[in-house]
């Protein structure tokens, strides 16, 4: 409780006639006259009507004994409670002058309790203010109203000795003291320097102002949210929004921009916390014309601010993901005319294959019979130099269409199925290149001369045809499996390895047109180098529901 003090001469009246010395009011009002200032400042709530101090609680009025009079700043048993309190205490009495000082007021007021002891309490109010102040302190003595009410704590400026103005909150309490028989009414002010804090708040609003002035000129739309409400939007958002400024959009609910679904999936993103410094949200919002925008947003909460305060980068990824849709159109387009393509073409081979096979076959057979019989009704021998030299031609030149028919389309792949066609590739591969084939192969579902069993077969082949000319490999396996509702081709060889990204450039044409066949079927296409050497080609597509085959295994 702080010590009461009164001024030199002042003496206690005798208590043995049952009189306190001091009496306290019961919640008694503030006097006014302790006011350190009454101008006012920017931002300060001062009495419009009074343009002065109000008055305000203190912790207590000022009771207790006294051993003595007053003979400094707070002197007294209380004295070393109110010089260690960080508030300054100022004490005046009726006339307006100071009666009492602690150390916290010379600190606040830049001048030592001697010199502001008995001086007139205007000394420490601003000039502008004095008069108002004066006249403030008149209304409230003769207003009995005043008296019996506390107001809380006021902001007002008040005057330092060296002349410079602080911002002070003052709270005040009227003292009654009886010396020498009569009453006194004093007046105990607390005041708290708000010099600081209104420092730090300056500085916080010119931050603040930067800040905003850098989001405002930023490329990209912006707004910082409070609990689910925009207290900031820049000039792009509210472009976005359809508004006017981004004043428009302040005090505005998320709720009231973004669609159900996407302030769900919002709010869940901000209630499951991720590693990751910035969230992102996909969805949509509503402009002022009704419109959708697909947006993508990458929020994050401000430092110190919990995740009530969160800052969004708004993203409008309309028009992209409109071209993205029309690209994937175009792509699935594209795919189906190649895929209606490579089936012409197919086709087109299995046509002529055939005609090679059975039309030019035949006639070259049919013409090595003739021959043969022609030399006969000559009298000339098969062993004849001529005869020998006709048939020998006529043999390379069926072989040859034999060869050009299979490698346009084999027609075993149609008659057998797909098992029997690499086999029998892998079996002409190993007699032509001298490489060891180990083939272990699946039986496919599906008609023999199916896509899937076409696409396969050309993948095998090109993948053959690739091991030989780069590989160098002494050892080859073709594996074949259907795992659940797909198909796994893998061919593996133990040759050089793949030199790395150069093995996928753009003009490798092989690669491309396989990995083409394997999209046209919904699957995919995998190279890698393998660990002991060697590279391996992997093809997955999906069986679109068909079947499973038992293995069947062969080696060359």
């Known amino acids: 409780m702080p010590s009461r003090v009164l001024p030199k001469g002042s003496k206690l009246a005798p208590p043995a006639k049952g009189k306190q010395a001091v009496r306290a009011p019961e919640a008694g009002p503030a006097q006014p006259a302790g006011v350190a200032g009454t101008s006012r400042v920017p931002g300060d709530p001062v009495d419009d009507q009074t343009n002065g101090p109000i008055n ?34 100022v004490l005046v009495d009726e006339s307006q002058r100071v009666i009492g000082f602690n150390p916290a007021a010379e600190v606040l007021f830049g001048c030592s309790a001697g010199e502001a002891l008995g001086a007139p309490l205007d000394r420490f109010v601003p000039q502008r203010a004095r008069q108002a102040h004066g006249r403030h302190v008149e209304r409230f003595a003769a207003s009995a109203e005043m008296r019996h009410r506390l107001a809380p704590g006021r902001r007002v400026t008040a005057l330092r000795a060296d002349g410079h103005e602080i911002a002070v909150e003052v709270a005040l309490s009227r003292v009654e003291v009886v010396t020498d028989g009569a009453p006194h009414h004093w007046a105990a002010a607390l005041l708290r320097d708000l010099s600081t804090e209104e420092a730090l708040r300056f500085e916080v609003d010119v931050m603040k102002r930067r800040l905003y002035a850098a989001l405002d000129a930023t490329p990209a739309v912006v707004w910082i949210s409070d609990d689910e409400r925009i207290v900031f939007a820049n000039r792009l958002a509210a472009r976005l929004a359809g508004v006017v400024d981004g004043e428009a959009l302040r005090k505005r609910t998320l709720a009231s921009l973004l669609t ?14 991720s590693p990751e410094p910035t969230l992102r949200v996909a969805g949509e919002m509503r402009r002022a014309d009704g419109h959708l925008r697909a947006i993508e947003i990458a929020l994050a909460p401000l430092p110190d601010h919990g995740h009530t305060v969160m800052q969004m980068v708004v993203d409008d990824v309309t028009e992209r993901r409109r071209t993205a849709a029309e690209q994937e159109r175009a792509g699935r387009a594209l795919r189906r005319l190649q895929a209606s393509v490579v089936e012409a073409r197919e086709e087109e081979r299995r046509r002529i294959a055939r005609e090679l096979h059975d039309e030019l076959g035949q006639r070259l057979t049919a013409l090595k019979m003739e021959v043969s019989g022609l030399a006969a009704r000559a009298g000339l021998h098969a062993t004849d130099m001529p005869v020998s030299n006709m048939f020998a031609m006529l043999d390379e030149t069926v072989a040859a269409v034999r060869r050009i028919a299979s490698d346009l389309r084999p027609l075993m792949l149609d008659d057998l199925g797909l ?32 896509r899937i069993a076409t696409a396969l077969y050309r993948m095998v082949q090109e993948g053959l045809t690739n091991v030989v000319r780069h590989a160098q490999a002494r050892h080859v396996q073709v594996r074949l499996d259907l795992e659940g509702d797909a198909a796994v081709l893998a061919v593996t060889d133990d040759g050089v390895g793949l030199p790395g990204p150069a093995a996928v450039r753009d003009d490798a044409y092989g690669l491309l047109g396989m990995r083409e066949r394997a999209a046209m079927l919904g699957g995919t296409l995998a190279l890698e180098n393998c660990e002991g050497g060697g590279a391996r080609l992997t093809v997955r597509v999906p069986l679109e529901g068909q079947g499973h085959g038992g293995p069947s295994t062969a080696k060359e």
Do not use: K, M, Y
């Open 56 to 89: 305000g609680p203190f912790n207590g009025p000022f009771s207790g004994p006294f051993s003595g009079p007053f003979s400094g700043p707070f002197s007294g048993p209380f004295s070393g409670l109110l010089a260690a309190t960080h508030d300054a205490i």
């Open 260 to 273: 159900p679904a996407t302030l769900a999936a919002l709010r869940a993103a901000c209630e499951h916390p």
């Open 419 to 450: 098992t029997a066609a690499i086999e029998w590739l892998a079996r002409d591969t190993a007699r032509r290149t001298g490489i060891h084939f180990s083939v272990q192969l699946a039986e496919l579902p599906g008609p023999p001369g199916g």
